[in-house]
């Protein structure tokens, strides 16, 4: 039994993120934290941490771990569970990653409500715009925009969302509209810098044209609402998802351009490590999440 023992705390300690933490979690020191994972170091004869005064990582020895570990601690609730002829009931801590804009608007207010209903849930939401490593940051779920990076990884289609291309009726008055891509190189255009994505470099297709074009412009940020409200005071033209842009198209505040091309989808998902279990907590999420989005998956471009 100390074999699921340990992987209980490695699982708890890669999901916390630093020795501290987990020390914090489970009420004891820091070094006696230390002192638990050498010892499982030591029974099994792997470095499973590569440790600095910053932050901890996985070997791929620790990796292979936590990721089987947490497959047969599953097998085991299961187990336990039609033993005793129980259902499984959420609960424990979720770890849940989301980008700054979409995650404040749409997945905290999600979550709100989740935690209502389950209330013996408790959620970390992370937001950030920086790449997450689900495994090696001890995340059980990420809300993406955009394709799946990683093939270990499991993707549920939360909304389909088509972005697009638009500027502000005050600045398509004043610099005119671009009837082609390459027009847009004379434009001002306004950025969101992603990490996943090359500055400045916009790509655009019709049937079975492709158009890569480099634009610049006057402003960029790592915040989309920032971008967009740069947009609306009449600075240029921005790519924007249809989950933000929606509102000032209907309303006229933004002005689409060249609808006849549509740009790299950013379509939302639910994201969680490929196991063959997936614990209660974690699944009662993503079904709730898939419940929440439903009219989003059916609409055209989501919004």
Known sequence: MDGFSDLAFFSLLIK??????????LGITPPAVSKRLAAI????GVRLLQRTTRRIGLTPEGETYLLEGARVLEELETLEQRVTGSNAAPKGLLRVSATLGFGRKHIAPALSKFVRRFQDVQIQLQLTERPVNLVEQGFDLQVRLGELPDVRLTARLLAHNRRVLCASPAYLRRAGVPASPRELARHACLFIRESDETF?????????????VKVQGPL?????????????????ILIRSMWEAAPMLRSGRLKPVLEEWSLPSADIYAVFPTRSHLSAKTRALVDFLLVAFEDHRKADGGW
């Open 16 to 25: 916390h993120g630093s020795l501290a933490a987990a020390a914090q979690e």
């Open 200 to 212: 400045g470099t916009w790509h655009l297709r019709a049937g079975a044209r492709n158009e890569t």
């Open 220 to 236: 960029a940020a790592n915040d989309g609402e920032c971008v967009l409200a740069w947009a609306l005071e009449g600075h240029g």
């Open 41 to 44: 170091e030591r029974r099994l």
